[in-house]
């Protein structure tokens, strides 16, 4: 008993903590104005801008103290890397409560690099490139981290199709904006694959407390439920993504009126084009 909650007892303390701040932000949220880094950010049904305003809110002085540490913003994004990897290794080791929160606070440093560097004005797109690389490092090396503790099991699988669905995420969108489509859409966003791995593993040692006496001890359901819906997620955004592009090119290079078949996916995606489609094959097929 006093070995789990060795473990245990600091990630029930900072659950707490950050419960009474959310809490305080909840019934004093319209005293803050949204800042304008909130807004511009996507959000979708699975991470509002709700608990985006109150991760900025609760951060704010993190920022500061690092304005007054004189730290430039290519650090901050590299010490945000750093605690990626410390986060990896922690997920090795399968102490999923620390690595779920050494991942968010890491996470963190992505709003703290953008934030210091406009607080002092030190915006750069060389910085804005540096801080979107690094990012793709720090989730790869974190995946590597669950690779290395699923090794031997069927969850290894769920984890290489996470890590491929969430660079496919970035690729996407990147290469769409390479041939002059945006398309920022998608269910399974960084944000969202961070918020959603983070909480499963912070809350796992809690859920491995009240399951230690059942057939499911020593198995974390929250992290590989986690993964799951990252791994389909993600893929699915992917995909979705790449259609859209292609529909969007598609549409701007016309060809010769026939529909391909991205054009075609699209269409069936809207209630709007469902009708048209069955119109046409009921006028095709002479149906009532």
Known sequence: ??????????????????????????????KWPVPDEVKSRHNSRFLNSFFKEWWYW????????????????NIITFIGFALACVSAY???EGAFGYAGWTMIFGATF???????????????????????VMDRFGEGVIMLGLAAYFGYSWVLYIVVAGLIGSML??????????????????WM??????????????????????????????????????????????NITAIYRMVYIMNELDNEDKNGGVESIPQVLMKLS???????????????????
């Open 270 to 288: 809207t209630q709007e084009g469902r009708l048209d489609w069955f119109e046409k094959m009921r006028q095709r097929h002479h149906l009532k």
């Open 169 to 186: 995420v970035s690729y996407t969108r990147a290469r769409g904006e390479g041939v002059g489509v945006v398309c920022k859409k998608g």
């Open 110 to 132: 992505d709003m703290f690099d953008g934030k210091v560097a406009r607080m002092t004005g030190q915006v750069s797109r060389s910085g804005a490139y540096y801080d979107s």
């Open 58 to 73: 609760i951060n704010t002085p993190i920022a500061r103290l690092l304005i007054g540490l004189r730290l430039s913003p």
């Open 90 to 92: 922690l997920f090795k």
């Open 189 to 234: 966003q960084r944000p969202e694959r961070i918020a959603y791995l983070g909480v499963a593993s912070v809350f796992q040692p809690m859920a491995d407390y009240f399951l230690r006496n059942t057939a499911l001890a020593f198995t974390p359901l929250l992290v590989i439920g986690a993964l799951l819906l990252i791994a389909v997620l993600t």
């Open 1 to 30: 008993m006093g070995s789990i909650w060795i473990t245990l007892g600091p990630i029930v303390i900072i659950n707490g903590v950050l419960l009474v701040y959310l809490l305080i932000f909840l019934y004093t949220r319209e």
